[in-house]
Nanobody, 127 residues
Framework: EEQLVESGGGLVQAGGSLRLSCAAF????????LGWFRQAPGKEREGVSC????????DYADSVKGRFTISSDNAKNTVYLHINSLKPEDTAVYYC????????????????????WGEGTQVTVSS
């Protein structure tokens, strides 16, 4: 059974940094796009970043460009989200997800494109 497990969330002061991890079980990243999404209280889930296992291309939401960095370690079947200069508005549950990619197709930040989801990890940023 395919499973994604996030970790690394917590309570951090504004301006701080975190590294979120997402480990995959039951499948390998080969041929998949990996995405990070977040959902703040009372808001819709937002795709913040994705990375393609086919060519390592990445994409970021405008709201996080320059502060968030996605990376993956295919040997460890783990994808990371490095978050710098945290802001209170980054407070949310962060989810990772996997989408099967066809060759030549870029990774997506649309949740409807994703096949497997983790349970999420809470990030809370205090001002």
């Amino acid at each position: 059974e395919e499973q994604l497990v996030e970790s690394g969330g917590g309570l951090v002061q504004a301006g701080g940094s975190l590294r979120l991890s997402c480990a995959a079980f039951g499948f390998t990243f080969d041929g998949y796009g990996l995405g990070w999404f977040r959902q703040a209280p009372g808001k819709e889930r937002e795709g913040v970043s994705c990375i393609s296992s086919l060519d390592d291309t990445t994409d970021y939401a405008d709201s996080v460009k320059g502060r968030f960095t996605i990376s993956s370690d295919n040997a460890k079947n783990t994808v990371y989200l490095h978050i710098n200069s945290l802001k209170p508005e980054d407070t949310a549950v962060y989810y990772c997800a996997a989408e099967f990619l066809r060759p030549g197709v870029a990774c997506s930040r649309w949740e409807r494109d994703y096949d497997f989801w983790g349970e999420g990890t809470q990030v809370t940023v205090s001002s």
